[in-house]
């Protein structure tokens, strides 16, 4: 584990422990001595491309390929000619998303005194589904067409087609208006689409040996209730008093119809919930700590705060029994323009009386100070590992224009990640494939892995210009050269990825170059 010095301290104020997370930014500083101040990461990344001045780069296509030439993101079964939105994390893949999930774990988990964690089961009991309403609520109003076997949301269709606003409508007045409009189908042109029908989200399956007498069960559709169903546990043996919550990070899967834009929304997706417990006077204020908290991760994880913003939802979309939900809002490029990307629900006692009415089971918190038995209201902080990886590469992705060696114009592909989730934290590139300079570049690279947890790469084929190239491409913010002055100084060039500026720096001081600049 790295020093973890990320300043929670002296901020974790009162009992709640929910002060803003400050400081995230300034160990982030410029490694060229003549601009040594105290820039932050984003002030830094403003110099190097001034995104106000110039349209932006990415672009969902360019991202997509990116993804899949340098080995983030696959699609899914390829080789058998795919399985439509389905998609598997390369090897540079798995560790971003794996940075994502344990500076998430380190927050919002280990770092906070009022917080636990859960791992929570895929399979859940049937009657899970019930009290939380999905089996009855999670559903899409679908139609066919009985010519092209097309299927469609007929919510979109009739918004789309017809102009008019479809939410809270039931399927018979869908029905109505799509056949009184009797439109035609989008893909084949023929007036036979079906009536409206609902069509669950949940994906089933059996558990037993026969389906026919097996028990039939729900991939989960969100970690959320695996946090509810355990909350007793968790009471009788956590120690944990009001407020208080319980963290998750898992697989939830969604047969969604029209799934699309690369991972943005997928069926197989993963989560990173919480579930924060409180006496139902507390929730207003720790509401807006939580929102604090939440814009907190916003910069912890480097995005731009002008791509991100808060969407309060209107009293008419909060679901019954909310008393506030807001959702944060990323700028994603055209045409998707402003969607969720994390969502923060006040959700009063709904769920805990769910549970208690369909289990049967005394799910009521006893408050010693003040001797009073309640349901707990709970606040629901909720974040997509996947959202969270998409727009952390379309956040950092730039190009560059430049001249190649031989003074051609060239563009730079940069990935300008914040260094504390970039895939490697450093490269180490000998500057030619010779034994002697491989002896010293194998010494520096075991030095890091045995003295950080910074995963390192270690490349030493085609020229010194293309292995540059490939890190700015996946992100990788230092790059260091092992070359034949190494031999008599001890010392290495390390190269920053934003700038592209070099220094010398001596070997033995390279460990502590990366604690400084990565944190
Ligand atoms: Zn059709």
Known sequence: MPQVSLCFTGHIEGELGLGPLQGTDSRWQRPDQERSDQATFSQRREANAPMAEKTRAATMDKITALC???????????IYGGLANTWDYGPLGVELKNAIKQLWWKTFVQRRRDMVGLDGGILMHPRVWEASGHVVNFNDPLVDCKTC????????LIEEKLGIHAEGKTPDEMTALLREANLPCPKCGNRTLTDARQFNMMFSTTIGPVEESGTKVYLRPETAQAMFVQYKNILNTGRVKLPFGIGQIGKAFRNEITPGNFIFRDIEFEQMEIEYFARPEETADLFDAWIDAMWNWVDLIGLRRENVHVREHAKEELSHYSS??????????EPMNWKELYGLA????????RHQEYSGEDLTYFDQPTGQRFLPHVIEPTFGVDRTFLVLLLDAYDEEETVDVNGKPDTRIVLRLHPRVAPYKAAILPLMKKPELAAVAHELFDRIEAETSYLVDYDETANIGKRYRRQDEIGTPFCITVDYDTLEDRAVTIRDRDTTSQQRVAIDEVVNFLREHVG
């Open 346 to 353: 006040s959700r009063t006692d709904f769920d805990l009386a």
């Open 68 to 78: 899949k030439r340098r080995g983030f993101v696959f699609p899914g079964s390829e």
């Open 149 to 156: 076997k097309s299927r469609f949301r007929a919510d979109h």
């Open 324 to 333: 506030r939900t807001i959702d944060f809002e990323y700028l994603f490029p």
